[in-house]
Nanobody, 118 residues
Framework: VQLQASGGGLVQPGGSLRLSCVAS????????IGWFRQAPGKEREGVSC????????YDADSVKGRFTFSRDRRRNTVSLQMNSLKPKDTAVYYCAAYVNCNGPPVGWGQGTQVTVSS
């Protein structure tokens, strides 16, 4: 399984970015898929996780109402639309596989840097 995230960059506070992840060889019937982020010197933080069976999502309180997680199973891709970005959203974002959205990620690919700064 390969999870390749892209779409990061530098954006001003209040701006938007859209992250994408191509999930090659991903077993949709077994794994859930989601995003976590990690800022320098900080612990990993779950951002959003999607239940593969029904498409329901679980979002961290810190991003609710601002981030939207979507999928295109035909193209084996998922996207994270991030609006109203704040400096505290600055981190490396990783696309990851989960057995359970309430648990830790079990695999992830190379992350993409998101920097929110004026």
């Amino acid at each position: 399984v390969q999870l390749q995230a892209s779409g990061g960059g530098l954006v001003q506070p209040g701006g938007s970015l859209r992250l994408s992840c191509v999930a090659s060889g991903f077993t949709w019937n077994y794994y859930n898929i989601g995003w976590f982020r990690q800022a320098p010197g900080k612990e990993r933080e779950g951002v959003s996780c999607m239940n593969s069976s029904d498409g329901s999502t679980y979002d961290a309180d810190s991003v609710k109402g601002r981030f939207t997680f979507s999928r295109d199973r035909r193209r084996n891709t998922v996207s994270l639309q991030m609006n109203s970005l704040k400096p505290k959203d600055t981190a490396v974002y990783y696309c990851a596989a989960y057995v359970n959205c309430n648990g830790p990620p079990v695999g992830w690919g190379q992350g993409t840097q998101v920097t929110v700064s004026s």
